[in-house]
DNA sequence: GATCGGTTTGACCACTCGGTTAAAGCCTGC
DNA sequence: GCAGGCTTTAACCGAGTGGTCAAACCGATC
């Protein structure tokens, strides 16, 4: 059990993690070469290989950091609903997810571009997308399923497709319509307010459609 | 002005666009090399310089053919509503546009992975893609803004982003949540019809509401 | 001091990439 | 037939890729 080994436990292995992180962010999928990597993380190319086995191994860790960590958020968020006083209404317990959904975005800028990018990429990391994303839904679309019907115009899954569409969408759409439309940057603080208000009008409302229509369910 | 000059006019040179379309549609956009472009349209690679110049040109000439297409329809329909009997209603707008833009991308698989790519992926063609979605925007926000403020919670471009976010998010998204959440297919007919269903059931939802609030305008 | 195992290194490999080029093919007008 | 101009071809290029490997390094144990 020798732990001071060498310097730190893993700090090149994590060095190298970050470095694919931050390189993600500045240039995008095609640019994430092991020559970039270890060049940004000041280490041996090899060293790559020797810690991640591949290239593709190693953006898998990176997405997969991300992807853990907002789940874990999520977990808590739900974990938290339970512990309570056992009657957390279904429209704060939807609004208390989008925030954390929100925030998580917003202090992790690259996350949707890196998640809409291998959705939509046909990247080969699919299979880790699916399952985290069917665990969002399958959390979002319970809490859904107490007001919503399960199939037909107003259904949980169409409502969970819509929401979370609602929040990803925008940090990657929003941008590009120009800073005249958010009369400065669209990812400014008074911007990201604005939208955050917007999902929860559209939760609010859609919720109170829904209320106004259940009785006649369909 | 000699027309049969050889064979067909720009038929290799066709070919090689439908080549990198199918390539695209199928492999993403890491797959479209030159040399693969020019095996799948049976073609010498030289040729795609020939005709194209680059990669990079060809790439974008794919994107614009979708894009023009795209906006060529929307056009036609707004321009339908211009020589109606010069009352349809807003609503009635709204949902024209929907449909036209439902049944472009229904009919064109890839155009929305293909968007999406370009805005996610940090692409190199930004500029070709911002052109164009900012013409959609300022057509459809010219239309929400007899409704909505032009800033605020409802405001017509948080709206804009919001039901295009719901049209175009659903081709990537909703396949991925697995055949047994859809009964089926994500993309069958029923599937579709159900989220067509949805959409047109979200815009007047929330132009009810819309209309509900507008006396105290905020 | 010798040894041993995990770590780090630079050199190297086969391969693919976008792109070029010079020559050949081929069709047309004379 | 021949001249001239698009079109098509195979061969080639330099650069960059992911990945390997044997040797060197280095800290800990005996």
Redesign the interface.
């Known amino acids: 059990m020798a732990r001071p080994k060498k310097k730190v436990e893993g700090e090149r292995a994590a060095a190298i993690l970050d470095a694919a992180d931050a390189l993600l962010a500045e ?4 640019g994430i070469s092991a020559r970039a990597v270890a060049e940004r993380a000041g280490v041996n190319k090899a060293l790559v290989f020797y810690y991640y086995g591949s290239v593709e191994n190693l953006f898998e860790r990176v997405l997969e950091r991300y992807y853990t960590a907002h789940g874990e958020l999520l977990a808590r968020a739900l974990e938290g609903f339970r512990r309570a006083p056992d009657d957390v209404p279904l429209a704060e317990r939807l609004h208390g997810l989008i925030d954390v959904y929100l925030d998580f975005i917003e202090h992790n800028r690259l996350y ?2 890196l998640v ?2 291998q ?5 080969m990391h ?1 299979h880790l ?2 399952r985290h ?2 665990a969002f ?1 399958d959390w979002t679309s319970s809490l859904l399923a107490e007001m919503a019907p399960a ?5 949980a ?2 409502l969970y ?2 929401f ?3 929040v ?3 940090f ?3 941008p ?3 800073d005249d ?2 009369e400065g940057d669209a990812l400014s603080a008074a911007a990201l307010a ?2 955050r ?2 999902v ?3 939760v609010d ?2 919720l ?2 829904l209320a106004a229509e259940k009785p006649d369910a369909r």
Chains 1, 2 share one sequence.
Not at 27 to 30: K, L, P, Q, R
Not at 119 to 123: E, F, I, K, L, R
Not at 151 to 155: E, H, I, L, N, P
Request: no cysteine; proline share 0%.
């Open positions: 240039v995008g999928y095609e949707a571009r809409q990018q959705v939509s990429g046909g990247g699919l997308v699916e994303l069917r839904y199939t037909g115009r107003a259904s899954r169409q497709l819509t979370s569409a609602a990803i969408n925008y990657t759409y929003a590009l319509l120009g439309v958010w604005e939208r208000a917007h929860h009008w559209l409302t859609l109170a459609a």
